[in-house]
């Protein structure tokens, strides 16, 4: 949905993904099947503005990850990436009951691997030389059980946060 969205306003899309989307892209987004624990078959310093939206918590190597799509982005170019809010009351009060993440128990696994804080994400986005200009917060989550969305703002109630980063030119 997010790819037919973003084909409205650029010239092209590609989407990287190991399962084809259900429905067919349109006609400006390019499909491509890849698993991305392995090299990304995009060439270097190729895209403008890269999106992975709850993806980084599917992957064995969260580095890797972050070290190929540092390597996708053009000079200059942003990336925004999102992933469960592990700093989230819900998910802090899941860790100190179980003694796991909210959404990194059995039933979301072997989907989500890796479990990651803002912290590590700091880290990581570092290492591979971007430079991390803003957090984003859902505001949103849904209380346990009773299934009922609350809507508050900030990192303590949101089941989702997010990092908007750059690639700086060599020269900067």
């Known amino acids: ?46 895209v403008d503005f890269g999106f992975a939206l709850e993806v980084i918590e599917h992957v064995e190597n ?18 925004f990436l999102t992933t469960p809010n592990n700093h989230s009351w819900a998910s802090k ?9 909210r959404r990194f128990q059995n039933p979301s696994y072997p989907a989500h691997l890796t479990a990651l804080l803002q912290c590590d994400l700091e880290r990581i986005v570092a290492e591979v030389r971007l430079v991390r200009l803003r957090w984003i917060y859902s505001n949103c989550d ?9 809507r508050l703002p900030g990192k303590a109630f949101s089941d989702s946060m997010g990092v908007l980063f750059q690639k700086l030119n060599p020269a900067s």
Not at 13 to 29: I, N
Not at 93 to 101: A, D, N, P, Q, V
């Open 142 to 150: 849904t209380l346990p059980r009773l299934h009922w969305s609350i």
């Open 93 to 101: 009060l899941t860790f100190l009951l179980k003694g796991e993440h």
């Open 1 to 46: 949905e997010f790819s037919r969205t973003l084909s409205q306003c650029s010239d092209s899309v590609f989407m990287l993904d190991f399962y084809r989307p259900e429905g067919a892209p349109s006609e400006r987004t390019t499909f491509v099947q890849t698993d991305l624990n392995t090299s990304w078959p995009l060439p270097d310093d190729s």
């Open 62 to 79: 969260p580095r890797h990850f972050m070290r190929q799509f540092a390597r996708i982005l053009k000079p200059g170019a942003f990336g």
